[in-house]
């Protein structure tokens, strides 16, 4: 039990450093997509349209941070199969479906985007799982309350 204890409490840690992170980043990223532009191979400028992207995925990153965070907080209070959570689930998935359509149009400009448009994909997919997982062990467990 001590090591489950340990391993949330590194996990909240983890988050809000992530959540700490990505604020600096909203910051440095017109400095990083200026840099980039002189390192990038393809000739035409994509500064705005990266910028546009990079922010739309950080709002979405945001929300998926601090959902993150609630889910950390549910699981230390011993509420794990809730409706709620589920919700957060499901959120965390369109958040994730939303990145991967953002990334899909700016591989229009970059085409390695893609990359990440797979793998976006992939987690809105896994999370869909683990939601309808979790709306059933919901079902179940209030069919179990209601036995009792």
């Known amino acids: 039990m001590k090591k489950d204890a ?25 400095y990083a997509a200026h840099l980039y ?3 990038s191979i393809g000739s035409n400028d994509v500064t705005l349209p990266l910028l546009i992207t990079f922010y739309l995925c950080a709002a979405a990153g945001f929300v998926i ?17 809730t409706k709620q959570n589920v919700k957060y689930l499901r959120t965390l998935s369109y958040c994730c479906f939303f990145i991967a359509v953002v990334c899909l149009v ?15 994909l992939f987690f809105a997919l896994i999370l869909r ?5 979790f709306e059933e062990a919901v079902r179940l467990k209030e069919e179990n309350d209601y036995t009792i």
């Open 65 to 81: 941070l601090f959902i993150l965070d609630r889910l950390v907080n549910n699981i230390r209070k011993e509420e794990v199969f």
């Open 106 to 120: 700016f591989a229009a400009f970059r085409f390695l985007s893609l990359i990440i448009t797979f793998g976006a």
């Open 6 to 30: 340990v391993s949330l409490k590194f996990t909240a840690i983890a988050i809000k450093a992530g959540i700490v992170l990505s604020f600096i980043a909203l910051f440095a990223m017109p």
């Open 37 to 39: 532009k002189y390192v």
């Open 129 to 133: 799982v683990i939601k309808n997982c």
